[in-house]
């Protein structure tokens, strides 16, 4: 029986014996983060390919991601999420030092930033005593 040309065919299967010499198959974890869907590439050196979910994890939260029952976060959208859920851990205030070079400081400014996602706050500089900047 002729085969059909416009029939489509089925590939062959990709096991070890029949790739091409140098090739070969191998199962791996990548991580992305829940909500930003971040790949962890630890500062863009490249997608990480785990051997385990223990060996993932371990890499994970050394880099400071956050592993729940929700699943995986990369460090700052955990940062966010832990801010909106519980409240931004302020720096104290401080007289901002732009001497006027950012366009919108038309006043001396005082400015603070969360510890924790790097939210920031700006106000009118104020007469407060000089433990609260």
């Not at 390919?49 to 995986?72: C, E, K, M, N, R």
């Not at 400015?111 to 706050?121: F, G, K, W």
């Amino acid at each position: 029986m002729e085969r059909n040309p416009h029939q489509p065919t089925t590939p062959e299967p990709s096991t070890p014996d029949v790739l091409p010499t140098g090739f070969t198959t191998a199962s791996c974890f990548l991580v992305a983060c829940r909500t930003c869907n971040g790949a962890f590439d630890e500062e863009s050196e490249g997608v990480y390919h785990f051997p385990s979910i223990a060996a993932a994890a371990d890499a994970l939260t050394d880099a400071g991601w956050w592993l729940t029952q929700d699943g995986v976060q990369c460090d700052m959208c955990a940062a966010k999420e832990s801010c909106a859920r519980y409240g931004h851990a302020w720096e104290p205030w401080r007289l901002c030092r732009c001497g006027g070079r950012i366009p919108v400081h038309f006043v001396q400014m005082d400015v603070r930033h969360c510890v924790s996602c790097q939210a920031h706050e700006e106000r009118p500089a104020t007469a407060c005593a000089e433990g609260d900047r």
